[in-house]
Every structure is written in C-alpha cells, then in structure tokens.
C-alpha cells in the first residue's frame, strides 16, 4: 500500500534500509527461490507479491516482541547453556520470554513439521529486505541478531553452546538449528539491489541499494551520539557503552545500533499504554492529551507516588495489576493518578538502570517519541536523569534508517572527509533544533534527596508492586 501510495519519489531513491522489531520472526520455507526473484525477465506487474510469495512460509504466523509463552523453553535454554549468568555472558541479555530463541523453540515442539520444514528463519526486518531484494539468502546484522538470544556478543558470530541448547531434541538437533540460521554482517553491508519486481510494478530505481534492515529502537539510537530515551508504546532507555559491556543482573540487554555501535537496551513494557488507560479509566479520550498536560502542572513533580502495570513488567520484573497502586494519602483523581503514574514509569525506568549509566549526569541525551512534545514530561525527564535532554521530535526510527542508508551509500575513503563526521554533520543539522530541557535544581532534590521521590519509590515497588 505505502508503495503504490507513494510512487513520485521511487525513481529518485538510492538506498533503502528498513527497521522492525528486532525479537519477531518468521519462518521461511521453500528454500532460496520462495522470495520475489531479481533474475530477467521482470515479473510481471499484474501479479500481488502475495502471489510471489505464497508457499514461502513454513508457519501462518509471526511471533512478536510481546510473545511471552515461552517460559518452559527459556529455562530449558538456561539450563543446557550453563545457567542464566553463562548466558548473559554469553549473548549479553538474560534470554528474556520474547527473545526468538524461545519462540523458536517452542514452535520445534509444538509444531515440528514447520519446524523442519523451515529452510529460514527471518527477523521481521530482514523479511522485508529479502522481499524488497529478491533474496532469501541474504544477511542478518549483527544489531538485530542479538533479539535472537543466540550471539556471542562480543565476537558478534552464533554461538555453539547457545544453539545446541536451542536445538536440543529438535528435528535435526543443533545442526537442523545452525542450518536454518541466516549468516551475520554489519548492518550497512548491502544486501543487493531492489528486485525487478519492484521496478517494474512501481517504478523504483533499478540502482536502489538494499540494506539488511535492523531493529526500530536500534534505528532511533542512530540518532543521538549519547544516550537515547524513546517514549513510545513502551519506553526504551538506550545507554551508550565502550565496548562489550553487558548487564550482569540481566535487567537489560546488550545491542547493537543500526550504525555498528555497541549500546545496552532497558525497556518498559508499561509505556505510553499504560497512561493512555488512566485516561480511559476516568472515561476521558486516549488522545486528551490538553487534560494530561493540566493534570501534570496540578501536582508538583514527585509529589504522587502510585505504580500501575496494566501489564506484567519485564523491566524492573513485577506482577501486573487491575487497579493502580497507592502509597502518598492524596485526593484519588484523574490529576493525582496520572501525575503518580507518569512519574513511576519514569522513575523505575531510571532507577534501575542507573547502575548501568553511570558517569553520565550532564552529558545531554536525546528524547523522542509522543510524550516528549509535553513540556511537563520533559521537565520531570530532566530532573530524573539530572541532566539535559533534547528533544528531538517524532522521526525516532525512520531518521535514523535514513541517517544509516546515508553513511552506507558512501563508504569510507582515504584523504576525504571520514564517515563517522559526515554522520555527525548530518545528525547535528537535525538534532541541532532541538529544544533542550535543563534539570530543575528544585526538581532534581524532590526526586533526588535523601528522603526524595525515588528512594520511596524504589522502597514501596519492592514492598508493593514486585
């Protein structure tokens, strides 16, 4: 649809780089021919891609980031690999419930005849380039393979012992396993070229660059040189690192940008959702977000401490409630439940994750997302993580895609102008509008202080919510 929608500015493209959950997959049967050729003579423009594709898929589905069934699979996993600590050694992540590995898994032994039938298994992301190339066979970055649960990290290659433990008592066992597995690259290493099929039906540019494709919150971290909050659906809080430091509690996980840069990932389940369903729940509109702003300015910052997880938390890990959960002996109302409830989702995504970012207070670091256009979010932003933050509006993924097809259409070359500053100059003409926030001083001791907002938060979670 988005193509035939917009078909004036196909011709004029040069590279396309894709960004999608980086923890759903698909698997792919029918082999390297089951995806949309490239090979002469152009097919025909009257024909779907559906038709292209029907018969390609071993299974009618696609597990995704929220698919949490998978607890059995997960400790079976741990338990061939070693222990949780090996693993989070190992792939830089605890292998959490939506990780594919699991999901993998659990499809080998519910479903074993799509299970060996699978010739591919495919990220979401790399999906969409194997369709948009015309090849099955082509690469996974590096980036998204680390939502697979299956990398060694650090050396950035699958990982025997990981595989073996996936595979085990599978059909095919650890080989069947390895085999279905697409090999790994950089994630600007091109895959190709757009298919024919895409030129002829909607008129692309035959020299269009295709790119492997990574995660959306890989693709936002593009964005930013340094930290990186994204206030989305759930709220993702991705924290730079020097190399391949991982998270040894296994609160969050270790990654990689849509750029190659190593980074560490702590994701919120109960994001902008969850202060969308307090709106709901005094029966106002999800979109009234006039009231939630005059809700905010009503109640100081960490004056209100109420939790409340409509669904259950992965990070920090806690039971899911039906009602929101109360420790301050305030009026109940719509003001006081969204002021209480804004700040614990914040507070708790920092609190728990503080350990990982330390030595960055003053280092700005950059917000997207729909709750960052409310200045009243963002000065409670700024007083939590005591620091400047930018704002850098809504682009988040497709910004950052677009910034990574940019670098990978021209390479690195000796006497000119490095890659790294071209990306820089191109980040900084955009980022460079942003509205910055500063901490409050007053604001920054209300949460702060010894007797401050987060200690009693962090004191009534682990009584209340946990």
Known sequence: VFLKNHPPRWP???????????????????????????????????????????????YGGAPIWKT??????????????????????????????????????????????????????MQISTLVSALLSGDATIALDFGNACGVGL???????WDETM?????????????????????????????????????????????????????????????????????????????NTPGNEVDLSGASNAMYDGLGRPFIFACRTNGALSWERVRTSYGMAASDFVSSDKALASCLPGSVLRIWHCDAESFPVSRGSAAPLRSDGLPVSFETDYAGIVDSSLGLLYAYSAGIGKGNTGIPM????????SAEVMRRVAAIWNRPVMVVGQAGAAFGA??????????????????????????????GKARTFMPEPGLVKEYHGEDGYLNKLKTFFKKNAK
Request: hydrophobic share 35%; glycine share 16%; charged share 15%.
């Open 12 to 58: 004029a493209l040069w590279a396309f780089f894709g960004g999608g959950p980086p923890l759903g997959f698909f698997p792919g049967g029918g082999g390297p021919g089951g995806v949309a050729g490239r090979g002469p003579p152009p097919h025909p423009a009257a024909m779907s891609l559906d038709a292209h594709t029907r018969g390609s898929y071993a």
């Open 68 to 121: 949490a069934n998978t607890t059995r699979e997960r400790e079976e996993i741990c338990l061939c690999a070693g222990g949780v600590d090996s693993v989070i050694r190992t792939t830089g992540s605890s292998l959490p419930l939506r990780f594919s590995a699991n999901a993998i898994r659990l499809i080998g032994k519910r479903y074993p005849g799509s299970y060996e039938s699978t010739w591919r298994v």
């Open 151 to 157: 990398m060694a990290y650090g050396r950035r290659v």
């Open 163 to 239: 595989i073996k433990a996936a595979g085990e008592g599978l059909p095919g066992g650890e080989k069947g396993l390895a085999n279905k597995l697409p090999p790994l690259c950089h994630p600007l290493q091109p895959c190709g070229k757009v298919a024919g099929y895409f030129v002829t039906k909607f008129g692309m540019n035959p020299d269009c660059i295709v790119l492997p494709g990574s995660g959306d919150n890989p693709q936002t971290k593009n964005a930013a040189e340094g930290d990186f909050l994204s206030l989305g659906t759930s709220y993702v809080y991705m924290m």
């Open 366 to 373: 950059h917000a997207s997302g729909g709750p960052s256009a």
């Open 402 to 431: 677009a910034l990574a097809a940019s670098a990978a259409l021209v390479p690195e070359t000796a006497g000119e102008t490095s890659q790294a500053e071209r990306i820089s100059a191109i980040r900084a003409s955009f980022t």
